[in-house]
Each structure stands twice: as C-alpha cells, then as structure tokens.
C-alpha cells in the first residue's frame, strides 16, 4: 500500500468516526485496534496496550495534573471578583475603557485559568451584563469578550500549550515562555480595534461615566494593587521560575499550587470543600484529556512504521513550491478542521504528520506550534462552528447566534492579521525563549 | 434501579474520590521535590515515579465517573442536529459501540495483564512495581467505563453525551 493511500484511509477513517459522534478516544482506540490488525495481527495489540499504559503512567505528562488544579485553584481561591474591581480602578479615563478592562481581565483569566471555555463562561455571566448595563455596544462587547477567550490557550502557564509541547516533542519550558509575547500582542491589537472603534463612533463607548467609587485616589490606587499582588504574584512567581531556569515545569505548578492555596486562605475562600472539589476537577479533566492522548499514542508511530510519514517528507521535498505556501496550506487546513473538531482531537492527528514536515522545511518549531496553537484557539470563535461561541450562547441565551457570529468576524480578522505579523516577524514568538535559554 | 447498578454507581464514586486523592499526591510529591533539592540540596528520587503511577490510577479511577457523567469529548454536530427520539436511539447506538471498544482493549489489557503476572515484569522506572497493577487497574477504568455506556438512558437534552 503506498503511503498516500495509507494516509488516506487512516486520517479519513479517523474523520468519518469523529463526525459520527462517537468520543474522541473510541475513535482512536477504533483506527489504532483495526490498523494493528491489518498490520500485525492479534500479536502486535500488546504494542497498542503498552503504549497505552505507558502514556498514562509517563511521568513527563504529570504536569498536566497539576497546570489544571492550578488552574482550578486560582479559580476559586476568589481573585477574579478582585481582579475586577482593582482593574477597575486601575484603569483610568480612556476611549472604550471597559473593553479594556475587559481584554485585559481576560488575558489574566487566561493565565489562571488556561481555559477559553471556562473564561467565556466566567465573562459572559460576569463582565456582560455590567457593560450592556452602561451602555456599552453589544456587539463589540461580544466580541471582546471572544477576543479575550482566545488569549487564554497563549498566555501562560496554560495546559492545551504543556500538551502540544508535550505531543510535539518540544521544551514545555520554552514552549510557555513564547506565549508572553504573542499573548500580549494580540491582546493590544483586541484593545486597540475597540479604542479605534469608539475613538470614530463614540456612541459604541459605555454611555454611564466612571462611578465615583470607582474613580481612585493615591490610597485606593495603592490599595487595588495590593489586592490583586497575591494572584499576579503566583502567576509571575510560576512563569519566573520556568523563565530563569530555576525549576522545572511540573515542579513550578507545584510551587504555584501551593502558593494559591496560601492565597485562598489570605483571600478567606480556603475550605476542605475547596481543596477537595479543585482536585476533583484536576482529576476529572486530567481522565478526560489523558484517556484521549493514551488512546492516540500508537497513531503516529503506525504512520511512521507503515511509512507513511517517510513517504510524505519524500513527497514534499519533490515538490518545487515555496515552503511559504507549504506553510500557509498547513495553517489554512487547521483553520478549516478547527472549527468541526475538538482542540485536543486536531492537534493529535495534526502534530504527527506536521512534526517531521516543519524539520524538513527549516521552520522554528516553537515558533510554528505557537501559530498552530493560537489557530486552532482561533477555530472556536470562528462561525459557523466555532465552540467557544456556543459556551458564549449557553450562558447568554438572549443573545443570538447571528449576533454572535457579526462580533466574532472583525475579532478573527484581527486575529488572522495579528498571525500574519508573527509569520513575518517570527522574532515576536521566538525572541523571549531565545533570550532566556 | 437494581442492587448491582446502585454497587456499580457507589464504586465509581469511590473510585472518582481515590483519583481526587491521587491528584493532591502528586502535588505534594512535587512540591516535597522543590523543597528537598533547593532548600536541603538533597533531590527525591522517587517524586517523579510515584507521580507517574498516581497518575495512571488517577486516570484509570476517573475514567468511570467521566463516562457516567458523559463528559467524554466528541463532534457532536450531528447530534444537534436530530430530532430528540432520533437522538436518543443515536446515541444508544453511539454508547453500545464505544462500550465494545472498550470491553475489547479491556480483554487484551487482561491477557497482557496475565502474562506480565505469570512472568513477573515490573516497571522500567527506578523505582520499581509489578507491571500488572497498571493493568489492573487499566481494566477496572476500562471495564467500568463499558458498563457504564450499557446501562446508561440518553436524556432528552440538547447537548446530552457530548461536550
């Protein structure tokens, strides 16, 4: 069998099973049993079972247990209500000052949480309101709230980006340091379309003027910034010792970990309720993530066993077109796929046929997997499909789907020039671990 | 609902706890790591394996209690799309085909089980365990997981069994 017609069959069985509905992980276990079978025979499923057992008892992926309870606990140790109002006061009298505030708590959401899904939820129930409430445009409002979401996954310490590190083979350590930068700066140009907007038409600014509790003296200045120096301590405290080399991924979580735990009590959210119930979600999230990459874990090394790999590589250095187009097909097909299939599931068939391809074209790894990264965050704010503005929808049934989809649009244009900036500028991913390895 | 089912409910949340516990541990193995090799410049050198086996049990011991949830991840843009008894035997079928899938790897499992028992394998970490009992307790996730897809009744809604 040639390997285009391995590869055919594989990926479009995989696709057909995915589109049936059935959970990701059968689908996978389903294509790794029967190619086994094809392959080996019933002696080589002993190949599929150790693999699947060893993934899940492979100490590297322990960080993502601990980069989720983190998570978890920064969520419920009651920052977020904290963060709000100091942003709030931190924030002084601009053009669209609440869809500042409102990219800038979302990029700080994204670090605690790493979760589009979960920031969506949180905004959509918390921010929205009290923006359509001052008269802020509800369309941009949406859309800055989306636009919010898809720093999430960028800005870290984030567990979708530990995993693609994980999967694609590169430093988990860089990896989450090359989020800062691109983190920031589509953060800046989220905030800057909505100044430019109510800079031309000033009626999509909030209408209601700064409550004058809100209107910060020295002292209140000073006040905000100490309340929110716990959670912006541990954030920093994690990310700095993965930055300067001091400590491990998995052991900076640890460290952060126990540093909110520290914070909740500081912010009287602390309980045995707490504590247990975020380990509850770490190991909820961490069955339903692990069961699916365990599942999968025999997939590329079939692709590259039955030569299929090989073939490609082969095929693509005969062709005679310019890596650059390479490039923008691979990204044009996640963009596609992103918006019909689940983040995890993308990346799992997308990292063993793109891994060896962006070695053989010269390109940065971490810099591509970071472009990958921030499309397939991008797929769920793009209509029709997109799943983060369903979460949107489920906790504002109000709002339409057509309206959500009209403020999704400008933020995914936005989005879409801000990779192409980083495609030509690659320095703005790779820069920062650069510096610091 | 029979005695075995409410057994069967009763275990998993057993099992979910076990888990919740697994994942502290492995926090505390880590964090006892830092704090061992910066403070006492005296590095652990089992962190790292107990957590790689606390985290095989943690999945395995949550693996039940996400499939009794639904809260496996799935396309689910055909299932949106069908009228709700349509949905409802879709997603039957959908269940009892993931459920075989998973009996079929759990017997495979079971035998590779059996034989690392027989011939005595252990782990390839430093610090060593009998292999079986990540096999064992891959089976137990996987078994309970396809029990819980064939006793389970698809609700009627909207975005039941998908995420």
């Known amino acids: ?437 | 609902m029979p005695l075995w089912m409410r057994w069967h409910r009763a275990l998993t949340e057993a099992g979910a706890r076990v888990a919740t516990v697994c994942v502290a541990l492995m926090a505390v193995a880590y964090t006892a790591e830092v704090v061992a090799r910066y403070f006492f410049s005296a590095p652990l050198n089992w962190s790292g394996d107990l957590s790689g086996y606390l985290l095989c049990f943690s999945v395995f011991l949550a693996l039940p209690k996400v499939t009794a949830d639904r809260a496996h991840v799935a396309v689910s843009l055909i299932i949106e799309v069908m009228h709700a008894n349509a949905r409802r035997r879709y997603l039957r079928v959908l269940w009892y085909i993931t459920a075989v899938v998973c009996a079929f790897v759990t017997y495979f499992i079971a035998v590779e089980g059996l034989r690392q028992f027989n011939e005595h394998v252990l782990t390839s970490a430093a610090n060593q365990i009998p292999k079986w009992w990540i096999s064992a307790i891959a089976c137990y996730g996987l078994a309970s997981a396809a029990l819980h897809l064939l006793y389970a009744q698809p609700e009627l809604s909207p975005s039941e069994g998908i995420e």
Not at chain 1, 287 to 295: C, D, F, G, Q, V
Not at chain 1, 321 to 343: E, G, P, S, T, Y
Not at chain 1, 413 to 426: K, W
């Open chain 1, 1 to 437: 069998m040639s390997w285009w017609a391995v590869l055919l069959s594989v990926f479009g069985l995989l696709l057909v099973l995915f589109a049936t509905g059935l959970p990701i992980f059968a689908c996978f276990m389903l294509v790794n049993v029967i190619a086994v079978l094809a392959l080996m025979g019933v002696a080589g499923l002993g190949l599929f079972v150790n693999s699947m057992l060893e993934t899940t008892s492979n100490e590297a992926l322990v960080a993502i247990p601990l980069y989720v309870l983190l998570g978890e606990l920064l969520f419920r140790a009651g920052g977020v209500t904290v963060l709000y109002k100091s942003l709030n006061q931190l924030i002084g009298a601009m053009p669209g000052r609440l869809y500042v505030i409102a990219i800038t708590l979302a990029g700080i959401l994204g670090a605690i949480s790493g979760s589009a899904m979960a920031s969506v939820a949180m905004l959509g129930r918390f921010i929205y309101p009290s923006m359509i409430e001052r008269g802020c445009n509800r369309r941009l409002t949406i859309g800055m709230i989306l636009a919010g979401a898809t720093l999430d996954p960028i800005i870290p310490p984030s567990v979708l980006a530990v995993i693609l590190a994980t999967l694609a083979n590169i430093s988990i350590a860089d990896f989450l340091i090359a989020g800062i930068v691109p983190g920031v700066v589509l953060g800046s140009a989220f905030a800057a379309y909505a100044v430019i907007r109510t800079i031309i038409n000033p009626s999509l600014d909030s209408k209601v003027a700064r409550d004058p509790g809100e209107r910060g003296s020295w002292s209140q200045t000073v006040q905000s910034v100490l309340q929110i120096l716990p959670l912006v301590g541990i954030i920093f405290l994690v990310l700095g010792l993965v930055m300067f080399g001091v400590a491990q991924p998995t052991e900076a979580a640890a460290v952060g970990i126990f540093g909110s735990i520290l914070m909740s009590v500081l912010y009287g959210k602390f309980s045995a309720k707490m504590l247990f119930e975020a380990c509850f979600g770490a190991a909820f999230t961490t069955a339903t993530i692990l069961i699916i990459i365990a599942s999968s874990k025999l997939f590329s090394q079939l692709l590259a066993f039955t030569g299929a790999t090989a073939g490609l590589i082969d095929f693509t250095s005969q062709l005679e077109i310019n890596r650059w187009l390479l490039f923008f097909i691979m990204m044009a097909a996640v963009f596609f796929f992103c918006k019909f299939m689940d983040q995890l599931a993308l990346m799992l068939i997308a990292v063993p046929v793109y891994s060896p391809l962006i070695i053989h074209l010269g390109f940065d790894p971490i810099w591509f997997w970071m472009l990958f990264l921030i499309n397939i965050t991008l797929g769920g704010i793009t209509p029709p499909f997109g799943y983060t503005m369903f979460v949107f929808k489920s906790v504002r049934p109000e709002v339409s789907m057509t309206e959500i989809y009209w403020s999704a649009a400008p933020i995914v244009g936005v989005a879409l020039m801000t990779m192409v900036l980083m495609s030509i500028f690659p320095q703005i991913v790779t820069w920062l671990p650069a510096t610091l390895r």
